[in-house]
C-alpha cells in the first residue's frame, strides 16, 4: 500500500517540490515542539516553585528577585547575539534554561490568580495562538509591512507600561492589556510567516535546528505575551 505521492510519475520540479513541502513540514514541526516544550517547562517551574514557600521566599523575598526577573532578558539577547557562533546543542540548552528562568519569574502568576482562571487563560490563549499561527503560515498575503509597525507597537508597550508603573492608573493599564493582546495577536501571525520563510532546503542538520530554535523563541515569547495580556482580562484573583 503506498503513502503519499509516487515520485516514479512526477516530473524532476514536481518531485523537487514534494520534498521542499516534507522538509518544511518537519522543520515547522521542530519549531513548535521546541516551542511546546519550553511552555511545558515554564509552566512546571513557575508551578512548582509557586508550590514552595520557601523558594517563593528566596526569591521574592531578597535582591535575588532582580536577578529572576532580569536574567530572561539577558538570556534572550544571549541567544539573538551569539546564536550564529554556538552548536545546535548549545543553543537548545541555553532555550532550556531561559525557560525555567522564565518559570521561575512567572510563580507569583499562581498567588495571584486562580489555578481555575489560569487553565482556563491558557487554553483560550492555546486556541487562538494556534488560529493565528495557521493564519500566518497559511496566508498568500505578505505580512512583512505589518511587521514594522507591530514591533514599534511591542516599544511603545513597554514604555507605557514603565509609565505606569507611577502613574497606577487602572484605566491605563486596561489600555495597555488591550493593546498588548492586539499587537502580540498579529506578531503571531507575521513571527509565524517570517519562520517559514527562513526554510531552506539548502540547510543542512546544524543551520535547520538552530533555526528552529530561535524560531521556536519567538513564538514562544509571542505566546507567553499573549498569554499574560489575557490573563489580566480572564484571570480571577486569588
Known sequence: MAFGPDRRTMAPSQ???ADIDVGLRQYMLGVYNYMTLALVMTGLVAFGVSNSPAMLQVIFGTPLKWVVFLAPLGMVFFLAARINHM??????ISFWIYACLVGLSLASIFIAYTGE?????FFITASAFAGLSLFGYTTKKDLSGFGSFLIMGVFGLIIAMVVNIFLESSAMQMMISVLGV???AGLTAYDTQQIKE?????????????????????????FLNLFLFMLQFLGNRE
Open 15 to 17: 518531485a523537487r517540490t
Open 87 to 92: 552548536k545546535a546543542s548549545t543553543a537548545q
Open 117 to 121: 482562571s489560569i487553565v482556563r487563560t
Open 182 to 184: 492586539l499587537i502580540f
Open 198 to 222: 527562513m526554510y531552506s532546503e539548502a540547510d543542512d542538520g546544524e543551520v535547520a535546528q538552530k533555526k528552529s530554535i530561535m524560531g521556536a523563541l519567538r513564538l514562544y515569547l509571542d
